[in-house]
């Protein structure tokens, strides 16, 4: 019998530990997802590279973001999501028959994973990394689109820096560069040409937050 209530003393010890420890977890690493922004941004992207026939070209991004339910003593946050973006360049070219002109039109999925700074309670800048997936590649020019995917890779990546400030009302006002570190280019030519991506974003957030 003592052996018994020896073994339910053990056990109730071991229960009361294991919700301690979760507890101890709880209150020290994780809290609740409370608060979520969505954006939309005018977008300015080129291709920088050894292709100098680029030039820029404007298009839009709209996406989502939320915040990763980590505390940390510092005034930082952590956040993931994804956008879709219109990038690409415009370009100009000579092939012998007078110059040309055309647009080189890639769309990307884009999961950015960032770390925000808070200077103060309305203001934060971030850096962080993104993961960007090719979902279309035209080119057009003449009234003319062709496809590209066989000449740009599937798979890209960013870093991404930025400065946003908050307002009262929820709203805010940024500005986010995304310099790409990968060659885009695929095929035959890839190695003789290495391009990047490179978008400068103007976004407008909205900021929905959990109630108590």
């Not at 103060?120 to 009234?143: H, M, R, T, W």
């Not at 000449?151 to 400065?163: A, E, N, R, S």
């Not at 500005?175 to 060659?183: A, I, K, Q, T, W």
Request: hydrophobic share 35%.
């Amino acid at each position: 019998e003592d052996g018994i209530r020896d073994t339910r003393i053990g056990l109730v010890g071991s229960e009361m530990c294991i919700r301690d420890s979760i507890c101890m977890l709880q209150s020290c690493a994780f809290r609740p997802c409370t608060t979520m922004d969505v954006n939309l941004a005018g977008v300015h992207s080129r291709i920088t590279g050894d292709s100098d026939s680029y030039n820029g070209a404007f298009g839009f991004q709209g996406g989502a973001e939320a915040e990763i339910p980590l505390n940390c003593s510092l005034p930082l946050s952590y956040w993931g999501g994804f956008n879709i973006s219109m990038q690409g360049a415009g370009w100009e070219d000579d092939w012998g028959v007078g110059l040309i002109e055309g647009k080189t039109r890639l769309w990307y999925l884009n999961i950015p994973l960032t770390t925000r700074y808070y200077f103060s309670d309305n203001v934060y800048g971030e850096i962080g990394l993104q993961p960007g997936f090719l979902l279309s590649a035209k080119e057009k020019f003449d009234d003319e689109s062709y496809d590209l995917k066989d000449y740009v890779k599937t798979f890209d990546l960013g870093i991404p820096l930025g400065v946003t400030y908050k307002f009262p009302n929820n709203f805010g006002l940024g500005l986010r560069v995304v310099p790409g570190v990968l060659n885009i280019n695929d095929g035959e030519y890839s190695d003789e040409y290495k391009d990047r991506n490179l978008v400068v974003a103007l976004r407008g957030t909205y900021t929905f937050k959990k109630k108590d």
